[in-house]
């Protein structure tokens, strides 16, 4: 949904121009309230699994084909990503998982 407002018109600019189309934006998303509280839920339950797999994400070697700079580069983008996630992504996940289907087997 979100990203058509940021792609349309794509095919009509042959230099592959990508622009923001806003009022697209207010159309489909900003002008209901629940879209933008489902964005924001599925944000923060992304980060919280970003969190969670932080142990995971620090321990791994992030080489790549480059040089040392870029795995550095790497390395710093992904902890400044896990310090935005363990300060944003925060809630209380007891609230989420309760009432006569929260603990179903498969």
């Known amino acids: 949904m979100g ?3 940021f792609v349309r018109g794509l095919l009509h600019y042959p230099d592959s121009v990508k622009y923001h189309n806003l009022q697209c934006f207010i159309d489909r998303v ?3 309230p629940e879209r933008l509280q489902y964005i924001y839920f599925n944000t923060i339950l992304m980060l919280r699994a970003v ?5 995971y ?3 791994f070697d992030y080489c ?3 040089t040392d700079e870029d795995d550095a580069q790497t390395l710093h983008t ?4 896990l310090d935005i996630a363990k300060t944003v ?9 309760r009432g ?3 603990n179903v087997s498969l």
Do not use: I, Q
């Open 89 to 97: 992504g925060r809630f209380d996940e007891s609230v989420l998982f």
């Open 78 to 81: 992904v902890t400044k990503v």
């Open 51 to 55: 969190a969670r797999l932080e142990p």
């Open 100 to 102: 006569e289907n929260a």
């Open 64 to 66: 790549s084909s480059a």
């Open 30 to 32: 900003a002008s209901h």
């Open 57 to 59: 994400l620090k321990a």
């Open 3 to 5: 990203k058509h407002c």
